[in-house]
């Protein structure tokens, strides 16, 4: 197994520009979520999900949007690219079956914005 | 809201020295999560736990729940411990809300 896979691991954008960060997972989760890490702060919660089709906010949701269409798939989107979104993200996921709550990252998307 | 708070930010031991890092939380959990995140970026998760006692090798986690407190050991410390070791909570979902980390460097 692959595990959790990022894509892509750097990208630097101009202010305004949009893009998608992709996550995959191949071990059947459930639950898939995203995090940004700042200096001096812990990991917070942007946007997870429970299943295929279904997605809700965490603590800091905004300039981000997510679809879950896959069980597989949580692709992160920002849609106009603001330096405050200067960060480096980080996709999670874990099983509600067995190790539920265990949470599996990925290596993480180091994203500078101009 | 709860906050989970470490300590130290940063500690500095030789190698060989049994090291304890500290996790304190405000509100009552469901679980408590032990993360590395090596100096590359990657994180893994160490342990969960929410009663008692884990170990894993040189790693050991406690929690006291009444206390809210958690805390990390490792024993016969190594270079390649070197790392941040971060705190997270949960309260029955998958939702974690973390500490902001624990650099530990170990020095030959």
């Known amino acids: 197994n692959a595990g959790v896979t990022q894509t892509p691991k750097f990208q630097v954008l101009k202010t305004g520009q949009s893009m998608t960060l992709q996550c995959a997972q191949d071990?059947?989760?459930?639950?898939m979520s995203w995090y940004r890490q700042d200096p001096g702060m812990g990991l917070r919660l942007i946007h997870y999900?429970?299943?295929?089709?279904?997605?809700d906010q965490g603590e800091v949701p905004n300039g981000y949007n997510v679809s879950r269409s896959t069980t597989e798939d949580f692709p992160l989107r920002l849609l106009s690219a603001a330096p405050s979104q200067t960060s480096v993200y980080f996709c999670?996921?874990?099983?509600?079956?067995?190790?539920?709550?265990?949470?599996?990252f990925g290596a993480g998307t180091r994203l500078s914005v101009l | 809201k709860n906050e989970v708070e470490q300590s130290p930010q940063n500690l500095t031991a030789q190698e060989g020295e049994f090291i304890t890092i500290n996790c304190s939380y405000s509100?009552?959990?469901?679980?408590l999560h032990w993360l590395q995140q090596h100096p590359g970026g990657g994180i893994v998760s160490l342990f969960m736990l929410s009663s008692g006692k884990k170990k894993h090798g040189r790693l050991i986690a406690t929690i006291n729940i009444q206390e809210k407190h958690s805390s990390l050991h490792i024993t016969a410390s190594h270079p390649r411990d070197s790392a941040v070791y971060i705190c997270?909570?949960?309260?029955?979902?998958?939702?974690?809300?973390f500490g902001t980390g624990t650099r530990l460097t170990i020095i030959p």
């Open positions: 997270a909570v949960t309260f029955g979902n998958e939702k974690l809300t």
């Open positions: 999670a996921s874990s099983s509600s079956g067995t190790g539920r709550y265990i949470q599996y």
């Open positions: 071990m059947n989760h459930e639950y």
């Open positions: 999900s429970v299943g295929a089709g279904i997605t």
């Open positions: 509100v009552g959990i469901s679980a």
